[in-house]
């Protein structure tokens, strides 16, 4: 248990319908993350929220819509995807320092698996 | 863009062998992080070393870091079977905004 909370764990959708990813932190942080995971590709970090504020939308398809209403919570509205956008959907959270010193360190959720059909 | 690139790919070795996995990156960094992820889960944060550190240690792992070189390399001694995951190494930018980059992984197979 990472204090990352991400539901569904598994989600299939058709290209035509629309639903959403939840992420719940328990940690107290003040930064959220969306990355995208597919096979054989690195990790892609498609949003950043930083004290609810995006600061990072790593040209990401508008079919992707992020939603941060407060520091603990972040969702991924998903609409009209297509078939490419299957793969598992990492949340992560982690408290953003100043300066060099800081840490950085990203905890992740579990993931929610999406697969369009 | 891709930043950190570990090496290599894919290992396989036996039970109580130590495992070597390498990392290269291209730009200044902060700090480098290396995680574990287990098939089909989340990633699991396991070391991070700053940028003025050459070496850091936690249990079975040692991390080291050639800023120089541009490099890191994380040792995971007298492996265990529950060791099989793919290992990530992240690169933390100076500009310290949290965002971090990864590499596309070393896949680590350890057979009983």
């Known amino acids: 248990e990472t204090g990352v909370t991400q539901t569904p764990r598994h989600l299939v959708m058709g290209m035509t319908n629309k639903k959403s990813l939840k992420c719940e932190q328990h940690l107290g942080h003040n930064a959220m993350y969306w990355y995208k995971q597919s096979a054989k590709k690195p990790l892609e970090l498609m949003f950043v929220y930083n004290f609810k504020e995006q600061t990072e939308n790593n040209s990401v398809p508008s079919r992707f819509s992020p939603e941060c209403p407060n520091s603990s919570h972040l969702f991924l509205h998903l609409h009209t995807l297509q078939p490419e956008d299957s793969a598992l959907y990492l949340c992560?959270?982690?408290?953003?320092?100043?300066?060099?010193?800081?840490?950085?360190?990203?905890?992740f959720g579990e993931g929610s698996w999406l697969t369009v059909v | 863009s891709q930043q950190g690139e570990e090496d290599p790919q894919a290992l396989s070795i036996q039970e109580g062998e130590n495992a070597t996995m390498n990392c290269s990156y291209k730009?200044?960094?902060?700090?480098l992080q290396w995680y574990r992820q287990n098939s089909g889960r989340g990633l699991v944060h396991l070391i991070l070393?700053?940028?003025?550190?050459r070496e850091k240690h936690s249990g079975r792992l040692r991390v080291t870091l050639d800023t120089s070189k541009k490099s890191s390399s994380l040792l995971i001694t007298a492996s265990r079977a529950a060791d099989t995951a793919s290992y990530f190494c992240a690169t933390g930018g100076s500009s310290n905004t949290g965002k971090l980059i990864f590499g596309q992984g070393t896949t680590l197979q350890v057979k009983p």
């Open positions: 992560a959270s982690s408290q953003e320092g100043q300066g060099q010193n800081s840490g950085n360190t990203i905890y």
């Open positions: 070393i700053r940028s003025n550190e």
């Open positions: 730009t200044s960094i902060n700090n």
